[in-house]
């Protein structure tokens, strides 16, 4: 479970001390997203073929196709993959500054974008500590490279697949390239 994100066992979270019940919703397949989003439109009597292109351009987030789905819906069709991409992008880089800067790990943020940068397409543990080495200049101890892949796991900015593989949770993040955290 993502507690550290939540922060359910920090006394001054509004959500500690209150049970709760852990619920994953992983990402859909290109089928499954096509479906959900047919079914959803078909709840308001339209008849949408454009599940393809939309899963092309956001991926199979459930969040992220409802947002797609909403603004088609009360705006039309014309902006709404645009819309949900420029919305997708700014609440990413909020939620990766907040990650940054609440987390203590500001000194490190060239790191942490580094990694991200190298996984958009997957990678490996041995990718990802090449690339921190030549961003450094430097060899890199592999206790760090442990400690930056498992903050990003944790805060599910990263997932780990098959054989040790590592891709970003949500494809989106590759549109997220300047991440400037205000009042820094």
Sequence with gaps: MKTKFLKVEKENSPLYGRAHVEINVNTFDK?????????GFEEHGINFRKGEEVY???????GWLTYYGYLYIKKGDGQAME?????ASKLLSK???DFL???GRLGSKERYLRVLETCKSGCS?????????ALEGRKVNDGTVHIILQNLLDYSFLVLEGK???FLADPLIKEVNDVKCSGL
Excluded: H, Q
Excluded at 56 to 62: A, F, H, T
């Design 164 to 166: 040790g593989k590592y």
């Design 56 to 62: 092309e351009g956001l991926g199979g987030s459930p």
């Design 125 to 133: 543990w041995k990718d990802i500590k090449n690339a921190l080495e």
């Design 95 to 97: 939620e990766l500054c």
């Design 83 to 87: 819309n949900t991409r420029m919305y």
């Design 31 to 39: 089928e499954t997203s096509i479906k959900f989003l047919e079914k």
């Design 101 to 103: 800067v609440e987390g």
